[in-house]
């Protein structure tokens, strides 16, 4: 079975500086990758995902990932962050002939002025 | 175009009793899931339905909680009876659920369930 793990599960971060948050899967076969936020009391919301072809994939709100196969990992950056960015960042992988996701336990990114 | 919606928001129960939750998808999304989110983890997939049929209930504790998606749209989750920790968020998505293909998989904001 495939699984997550999200290796900080916290990370504050000052306005406008750069931000990476680690993800690596384990997984004996083919898989999707996909980056979630979740604003506070809010549900999730799809960042980012790779399903084939390059292994750099854009986001939405300035992020970006790259898919590292070698390395089993697909970290989530962003050069400038916001005070808006304060939120929970999910990891997640599914195996490419089955859509169902399984997450890792999340990074709390606090951005401050 | 509306988004997944969820009642309650909020719930507090004691433990033992009994306790439902509501989503509505998306118009027109096949697929629904409902997932467990207790705090300081990740959503786990607890059900999930095509139209008016269960795909995967493996991770659903049967003894306690049930779910129905009677007519394929809206979805029921129960727990009875209600333990500690069932405290979670329960989040509800859906997705087009056409098959062989990715689908995007949309969230409801959830119900907070907590049991004293």
């Known amino acids: 079975a495939q699984s997550v793990t999200q290796l900080d599960s916290q990370v504050p971060v000052f306005e406008e500086a750069p931000v990476e948050l680690r993800c690596n899967y384990s997984?004996?076969?083919?898989?999707?990758l996909f980056w979630y936020v979740q604003y506070p009391n809010q549900g999730l919301q799809l960042l980012l995902k790779?399903?084939?072809?390059?292994?750099l994939v854009k986001g939405i709100n300035g992020f970006e990932a790259e898919f590292n196969k070698s390395q089993t990992s697909f970290h989530l950056r962003k050069p400038s962050v916001h005070i808006s960015d304060t939120a929970e960042y999910f990891c997640?992988?599914?195996?490419?002939?089955?859509?169902?996701?399984?997450f890792g336990a999340g990074t709390t990114v606090t951005v401050r002025a | 175009e509306a988004g997944v919606a969820q009642s309650p928001r909020y719930k507090i129960i004691e433990k033992r009793q009994s306790v439902a939750f509501w989503c509505n998808p998306i118009?027109?999304?096949?697929?629904l899931y409902w997932y467990q989110q207790i705090l300081g983890q990740g959503p786990k997939l607890l059900i999930q339905?095509?139209?008016?049929?269960?795909?995967?209930d493996s991770q659903l504790p049967k003894d306690r909680f049930s779910a129905e998606r009677l007519k394929g749209v809206d979805s029921t989750l129960k727990i009875q009876p209600a333990k500690l920790e069932d405290s979670a968020v329960y989040l509800c998505?859906?997705?087009?659920?056409?098959?062989?293909?990715?689908?995007?998989?949309?969230f409801g904001p959830g119900t907070r369930l907590t049991v004293l």
């Open positions: 997640a992988v599914s195996l490419s002939n089955d859509y169902k996701l399984s």
């Open positions: 790779y399903l084939s072809g390059s292994t």
């Open positions: 339905f095509q139209n008016n049929g269960v795909v995967d």
């Open positions: 997984s004996s076969v083919s898989v999707y």
């Open positions: 998505a859906s997705s087009l659920g056409k098959q062989g293909l990715y689908n995007e998989q949309f």
């Open positions: 118009s027109g999304h096949a697929t």
